[in-house]
């Protein structure tokens, strides 16, 4: 990622063409494992500083 691409779409698909079809495959689960991550630590987040009394 040597930021030659102006717009981050276009490194992308810069990249995504040179990509075996198979990478798209492993990308597609690291995106999906880190957000769901993300969520994860949010919600925790949000959770300790508002604590919900159901």
């Known amino acids: ?3 030659n691409y102006g717009p981050i ?4 698909a ?3 063409l040179a990509l075996p ?3 798209y495959f492993v990308i597609a689960i690291a ?3 880190l957000g769901f991550l993300l969520v994860r ?3 925790r987040s949000r ?3 508002a604590p919900r009394h159901a």
């Open 1 to 3: 990622m040597s930021g």
């Open 9 to 12: 779409g276009g490194g992308l």
């Open 14 to 16: 810069a990249t995504g």
């Open 21 to 23: 079809f198979g990478w």
């Open 31 to 33: 995106v999906l494992v």
């Open 41 to 43: 630590v949010a919600m």
């Open 47 to 49: 959770a300790r500083r």
